[in-house]
């Protein structure tokens, strides 16, 4: 789980970056809830708690809102990478 985690999270991060740069709230919300559920699985509670904040500002189409939890999503998604990374090595 932790593997395909790090191999497909890249992607859905990225999924999420291009919706809210679009400004397409219904991909954004659901790139966000996809990244939402498998960190949840993980206990990564942090990057979910994040995910979540980004899902429910795209879900009212609030764009700053959006993007500003987008940062915390990002800076949450590097250190859980970093630790999975090294536990999978």
Known sequence: MV???VEHS???????????AASDFV???EA???LKGS???LG???LADA??????ASKKGDAAG??????AVHASYTAAKEILSAATA
């Open 32 to 34: 966000a809830h996809t």
């Open 44 to 46: 990564l509670t942090v």
């Open 27 to 29: 991909a954004a919300a």
């Open 66 to 71: 959006a993007k500003t939890h987008l940062a």
């Open 3 to 5: 593997t395909v985690f």
């Open 51 to 56: 995910c979540l904040a980004v899902e429910q």
């Open 10 to 20: 890249a992607g859905r991060l990225g999924a999420l970056d291009a919706a809210l």
């Open 39 to 41: 960190s949840r699985q």
